[in-house]
């Protein structure tokens, strides 16, 4: 079945940097990729949900790129600020849509 | 305004009761899914339901049951709970129009 790698499992940089989480996939049948982000103590919030069709997906305040060949999805952070600091999870689904395979975690500190 | 609630917040047992919880969402969604989360491990699906009385074991069924006899509702039943059971466990919906799954703000269970 699906296998879901997500680097780095903790991540720390200063306000304003940037952070790069990455997640590779084994499923070549992956259709939908998913960012959730989940604040300490809290459920988990969706941040983006991207399509296959589409390799880059901005937001406000980061960017989904979408490596299909390569089978990686990651999540960048510009310019990070305190209230970003959270764990985030990627989550990938085949076609049909009803599984989402997680990522292990990625738990970011922004520091002031 | 997408809602899933779930019921208790924290919860407490000894080992060898038996533990029920409690999902509930609003917004008639047909598949309802329970995870657990563990450190360092993401969310593991325990069961999947699709509708009334339509339920698939996820990765981790062992030790779990669940029940669904009104779409709106989406209960995990521990019989016997064993102390390795202690983690938090989260209840998902998603619409039938879209992909995302929208969670609920999770029970955590120690098992002592």
């Known amino acids: 079945g699906e296998q879901v790698e997500q680097r780095p499992p903790h991540l720390s940089v200063r306000e304003g940097d940037s952070a790069v989480i990455t997640c590779t996939y084994t499923?070549?049948?992956?259709?939908?990729f998913f960012w959730y982000k989940q604040e300490p103590g809290a459920s988990l919030q969706l941040l983006m949900k991207?399509?296959?069709?589409?390799e880059i997906n901005e937001g406000q305040g980061f960017t989904v790129l979408l490596n299909k060949k390569d089978k990686r999805l990651s999540l960048n952070l510009t310019a990070a600020h305190p209230g970003d600091s959270a764990a985030y999870f990627c989550?990938?689904?085949?076609?049909?849509?009803?599984?989402?395979?997680f990522g292990t975690g990625t738990k970011l500190q922004v520091v002031p | 305004d997408m809602k899933v609630t779930q019921m208790p917040r924290y919860l407490i047992k000894r080992m060898g009761e038996n533990v029920l919880l409690e999902c509930g969402q609003d917004?008639?969604?047909?598949?309802m899914y329970w995870y657990r989360q563990d450190p360092g491990l993401g969310l593991q699906l325990i069961y999947i339901?699709?509708?009334?009385?339509?339920?698939s074991e996820g990765d981790i069924p062992k030790g779990y049951r669940v029940s669904r006899k009104k779409r709106e509702h989406f209960s995990l039943i521990l019989d016997s709970a064993k102390t390795n059971q202690t983690s938090v466990y989260f209840c998902?919906?998603?619409?039938?129009?879209?992909?995302?799954?929208?969670f609920g703000p999770g029970t955590r269970l120690t098992v002592l």
């Open positions: 998902a919906s998603r619409p039938d129009w879209g992909y995302e799954q929208y």
């Open positions: 499923d070549p049948n992956s259709y939908y």
């Open positions: 991207v399509f296959s069709s589409t």
């Open positions: 989550a990938v689904s085949v076609h049909s849509g009803t599984y989402q395979r």
């Open positions: 917004m008639s969604h047909e598949t």
């Open positions: 339901s699709y509708d009334v009385d339509s339920n």
